[in-house]
T-cell receptor
Framework: EPEVTQTPSHQVTQMGQEVILRCVPI?????FYWYRQILGQKVEFLVS????????KSEIFDDQFSVERPDGSNFTLKIRSTKLEDSAMYFC????????????FGPGTRLTVT | QQQVKQSPQSLIVQKGGISIINCAYE??????FPWYQQFPGKGPALLIA???DVSEKKEGRFTISFNKSAKQFSLHIMDSQPGDSATYFC???????????WGAGTKLIIKP
């Protein structure tokens, strides 16, 4: 069964550094998303991406964040100048054009900012 | 208005029993309500979903009950098994938006 994959599974970085989280969505999916989950808290929407542009973003997704689909398979989230409060699980999700509301999630990347 | 409230925070059920998790919402523009199951160290997995034009949807042992007038929906797990032990999240989405609005999650433990 096709699935969303994410790398790395765990990233440790120092405050102020830039990190890139990588995702490979399900191959025929056209809608891509990033969510985050701070330990013990709700899952929060960050951004959705369709047709090579951001279709929706939350208040959390400020200038510190950017997304890119650099080729036909990868979808990345870049966090510039990381802060301690960026420590969280980051989940990538994707959905198909047939059922765009059904979002399928990857296993997540645990980001630890020290 | 954007919130989805989920209860209980945790739930312990005996094997073979019925697990019931409840969610409530305020925004009547929401029109898609999925439930996700998450095991430790894994991403959320889509379990079952419903639209407000039906009051119930069943898939195997999992049933969503939807009460549009009360703006509430619930997940029922029949014949609960130890393998069902996980965290369950309800969510909601407006058709005009892409983002899912999530409940806080319910940690379900099924005792053998």
């Amino acid at each position: 069964e096709p699935e969303v994959t994410q790398t790395p599974s765990h990233q440790v970085t120092q405050m102020g550094q830039e990190v890139i989280l990588r995702c490979v969505p399900i191959s025929n999916h056209l809608y891509f998303y990033w969510y985050r989950q701070i330990l013990g808290q709700k899952v929060e929407f960050l951004v959705s991406f369709y047709n090579n542009e951001i279709s929706e973003k939350s208040e959390i997704f400020d200038d510190q964040f950017s997304v890119e689909r650099p080729d036909g398979s990868n979808f990345t989230l870049k966090i510039r100048s990381t802060k301690l409060e960026d420590s969280a699980m980051y989940f990538c999700a994707s959905s198909s054009p047939v059922s765009p509301h059904e979002q399928y999630f990857g296993p997540g990347t645990r980001l630890t900012v020290t | 208005q954007q919130q989805v409230k989920q209860s209980p925070q945790s739930l312990i059920v005996q094997k073979g029993g019925i697990s019931i998790i409840n969610c409530a919402y305020e925004n009547t523009a929401f029109d898609y309500f999925p439930w996700y199951q998450q095991f430790p160290g894994k991403g959320p997995a889509l379990l079952i979903a419903i639209r407000p034009d039906v009051s119930e949807k069943k898939e195997g042992r999992f049933t969503i009950s939807f009460n549009k007038s009360a703006k509430q929906f619930s997940l029922h797990i029949m014949d609960s098994q130890p393998g069902d032990s996980a965290t369950y999240f309800c969510a909601a989405r407006k058709d005009s938006n892409y983002q899912l609005i999530w409940g806080a999650g319910t940690k379900l433990i099924i005792k053998p």
